[in-house]
Structures are given as structure tokens and as C-alpha cells.
């Protein structure tokens, strides 16, 4: 089948064939730096592995957040770390809110965001069900 279109069809003017991408720089790949896999173990037994540079051993986190449970793990299977105290504990985006904000600061900006949709005719006046 012939086409009636050139081949030069979507490239960019200057290009010749055989010449390297534009986004590709003339100074290599770059030098991969040493890595090292640390583990890290929870109290509840999750194994968390990470991978860091090579540098001495006191350059290197002794705990990590366990990603699974949130708990403080140690580069020690045998003995976890310590756990933090209640006040430290991984707080969600709603526990932060809440830090910020009362029920009545919430109830203000719920209003506020339940009066703009209705503005848009996103929601109905009045919602059905409230009999």
C-alpha cells in the first residue's frame, strides 16, 4: 500500500536520521554510587527492607516507621524499639484536623461547602429522606 504523505510525518525539522534523541545528554549514564539493603523488624514482627548509600554504619537510621503497622522498627530483630509515647503515635489527616478545628468550626465549613454545591445545582435545596 502507497501513501501519499513523506516519511518525515511527525518528526520535528532538523532531525536527521540516525541522530540521538533530543532529551538525551552527551554525559552518559552518570556513576551508580554503592548501595546497601538495611532491614528493619516492628514489635509485631514486620520486616521492612530499605535501600541506602553506602556510608558508615552511624549515618544509617538505627529505626524506621514500620510502613505496615506504623511502629517503630530496629535494624535489631531480637529487640525492637522502643514504642513511642501515646501523644507520638501516627496520627491520620483527620486527627489533625481535628487538632486544629471543633465540632462547630466543622459543622461552619460543612455548611459553607453544602450551600456552594447547591449554588451550582450540584446538589438539590433539600435533600430527600430528611422527613
Not at 554525559?27 to 523488624?41: A, E, F, K, M, T
Request: glycine share 10%; aromatic share 6%; hydrophobic share 30%.
Amino acid at each position: 500500500m502507497v501513501h501519499g504523505t513523506p516519511g518525515y510525518r511527525g518528526t520535528r525539522v532538523g532531525v536527521a536520521q540516525g541522530s540521538t534523541p533530543r532529551n538525551q545528554s552527551d554525559h552518559g549514564d552518570g556513576v551508580q554510587l554503592p548501595r546497601i539493603r538495611v532491614p528493619y523488624w516492628c514489635a509485631k514482627g514486620h520486616e521492612t527492607r530499605l535501600v541506602f548509600l553506602k556510608l558508615p554504619d552511624d549515618q544509617i537510621p538505627m529505626n524506621w516507621d514500620c510502613p505496615k503497622c506504623g511502629l517503630p522498627a530496629s535494624r535489631d530483630p531480637g529487640h525492637p524499639a522502643a514504642a513511642r509515647p501515646e501523644d507520638e503515635l501516627f496520627k491520620s489527616h483527620l486527627d489533625y484536623v481535628k487538632e486544629r478545628r471543633s465540632s462547630q468550626d466543622a459543622e461552619v465549613v460543612l455548611a459553607g461547602a453544602l450551600e456552594r454545591l447547591r449554588a451550582r445545582g450540584v446538589l438539590p435545596d433539600e435533600l430527600l429522606g430528611d422527613a
